[in-house]
């Protein structure tokens, strides 16, 4: 399956305010509970999702979908009477007739000459939706095509709730259902057009492959229940099995097609069920867990709207944008050398324009010369500034008494004036997942203060967007793909100083993680899992509800 002409012009996603938590929904299964004994907090710990968001009562799924079609046409560069063709593509649909597309075109106030039609293949949906409108694309049947989902999973879970309360079932019974309790709901909408509509870069959507195992049907089947509830059962273990094992197929079929490799791969989007199905997928494809993009955490499950929704969502929090000028700190390291060539691929296959220039800032403290990194840069048509940082090496000369701080506050400097020099509105440093979690403990531990590093943000006058790409990279992989690379390394000697509270943290990390594989993954999770009503800080409290505490009414008691 390949497309030559086909892009995706435009995408936007329209979410309930209601949020559910997964302790919202055990408190309201506390009787089952506590007849069979079930911890607490077991939904969260099982699926990886913390939340879902639900649309309030008597919405119906065309009014989720218009309201991601009026949003996608918000932002898209087409006029409504430019689009020939809308798919509504959830499972979810107002009734069996007419169509939900009926009344979803109505309300997205699309021309009478768009042709309309439902497509529901559960969660995939909405891209059978895609593949259908790029080839009528393709083939000059249309010209754009407006695909949206809105998928209400609310009575789902109501009926769901209900039953597990009504009846007296045992700890094996209840286990079709608990995937249930993973739905959330949420609306996605695209604009599809041949290439010659798009203004500016297009994105282009190239091709794909397709397999299926119908011989699983029966582990998930879903179906109208009493008084107008749904009701659903999943066989979770087997499903995941099966489906995990066609992904592989689908994985083969697809590099068969397209020519594409793993390493081709710098995003990669699927479909969000939860953080087990996640491990397993990217396990078993062999792609590297880093380059996932996921939202089941905060979402839940959305059916169809799922996957298009987290593209969307991976999209609108990219961190470098058209337009931008990039400075690349590298420090001589391996971190650095390998942030450069992932920025460097991304610039080849973004559809983005961005400009890349690299500079290194000495203090004095290299341990071995640094020519070998310039002619390594030179010899790849690398743009490179080398800065001798003044006030740093006098530091050094009249060695005077001073620490990390003082130094790092000398090496900000002499980057924001490296990339006022080169005209840069982006500054990227090589910071990796070790870096965040070091970060994270020694603030937490000999600061008092429960921070780490943002991997987006700006500067202090907001001169500059500060990034750090490789957040989620390991530095065991920067080490073997630096070294694949042969770029010279030149190291610091800080980095080489005992006694220090960074070798401490690096010392603990590397005798935790020999019996904790997981460790700087599941930091790096809470990282982006913060519960503020559970801390100690006043501001984050209900104050409404409970009395503002003070650092008197947590003594620390010590003899």
Known sequence: MRFANVCLESIAVALPEEIWPSSQIEERLRPLYERLRLPFG????????????????????????????????????????????????AVSRDMLEPASAAFAHRKIGLDPSTQIFDLSNACLGFLNAIVVAAGLIESGQVRAALVAAGENGRPLV????????????????????????????????????????????????????????????ELC??????????????????????????????????????????ENVDRAICHQVGSAHRRRLFETLGLDVAKDFSTFETLGNMGSVSLPATLSAAADAGAIRDGDRVAVALSGGKDSATMLEALLLLQKRAPIDFSIRAFTVEQGKFLSPIEPLGEYLKARGIDWTYFRDAPSLRLLEDQPGHGCDLCSRYRRRAVYEIAHGLGANVIAFGH????????????????????????????????????????????????????????PVVPCGCSQRTGTVRRALRDMFGELEREHPDLKENLLAAMGNIDPSRLLDPKFLNLDEVEAPTPEMFPIMAE
Request: net charge positive; proline share 3%.
């Open 42 to 89: 077991r939904l969260e710990l099982m699926t990886g999702i913390r939340e879902r968001r639900m649309w309030p009562e008597g919405t119906r799924p065309s009014d989720a979908s218009a309201a991601a079609g009026r949003a996608v046409l918000g932002a898209s560069s087409l006029r409504r009477e430019q689009i020939g063709l809308f798919i509504h593509a």
């Open 432 to 487: 990796t997942a070790d870096d965040f979690c070091e970060a994270l403990l020694r603030n937490a531990m000999f600061t008092g203060r429960l921070s780490a590093m943002p991997a987006v943000t700006n500067s202090r006058k907001h001169d500059y967007r500060l990034i750090r790409p490789l957040v989620f990279v390991t530095e065991d992989i920067t080490r073997a793909y630096s070294a694949k690379l042969g770029v």
């Open 158 to 217: 109501e009926e769901t709730v209900r039953t597990l309360l009504a009846g007296s079932l045992d700890r094996n019974a209840i286990k079709p259902f608990f995937a249930n309790l993973t739905i959330g709901c949420g609306a996605v909408a695209a604009v599809v057009c041949h290439r010659d509509l798009v203004k500016g870069r297009p994105r282009r959507i190239l091709g794909g492959a397709c397999r299926s195992a119908t011989e699983h049907s």
């Open 221 to 262: 089947q879903g179906d109208t229940s009493g008084a107008g509830g749904l009701a659903m059962q999943t066989d979770s273990e087997r499903l995941l099995d099966a489906g995990v094992s066609l992904a592989k197929e689908t994985w083969d079929d697809f590099a068969a097609a397209t020519g594409w490799t793993r």
